[in-house]
Nanobody, 124 residues
Framework: QVQFVESGGGLVQAGASLRLSCAAS????????MGWFRQAPGKEREFVAGMRWTGGSTYYADSVKGRFTISRDNAKNTLYLQMNSLKPEDTAVYYCAARAGNIVGVIPRQYDYWGKGTQVTVSS
């Protein structure tokens, strides 16, 4: 079992930056894929970014490519999402998630472990 606690959300103006953190605890050893998802009011949860916990290629939704960067610090068991040039349409609750294995999935139901989320609000 893996548990996550997200932090770093907040209210910012368009064009600003935020860095989200996702601290993992519990059974963190093994092969995992990590992902960031977001859910805006009235919308379905959507994939934002993903990577293998051991490193390697990173994957992004088209809507955030070039603006967001996913990374991890193995020593701190922490996943990050650096968000630059934020837009009002980035407003959502952001979740980190994990699934066992090596394939980065983009569908929420492919992930087994979820944090409770952190709110990001971008004003125009």
């Amino acid at each position: 079992q893996v548990q996550f606690v997200e932090s770093g959300g907040g209210l910012v103006q368009a064009g600003a930056s935020l860095r989200l953190s996702c601290a993992a605890s519990g059974r963190t050893s093994g092969s995992y894929v990590m992902g960031w998802f977001r859910q805006a009011p009235g919308k379905e949860r959507e994939f934002v970014a993903g990577m293998r916990w051991t490193g390697g290629s990173t994957y992004y939704a088209d809507s955030v490519k070039g603006r967001f960067t996913i990374s991890r610090d193995n020593a701190k068991n922490t996943l990050y999402l650096q968000m630059n040039s934020l837009k009002p349409e980035d407003t959502a609750v952001y979740y980190c998630a994990a699934r066992a294995g090596n394939i980065v999935g983009v569908i929420p139901r492919q992930y087994d472990y979820w944090g409770k989320g952190t709110q990001v609000t971008v004003s125009s």
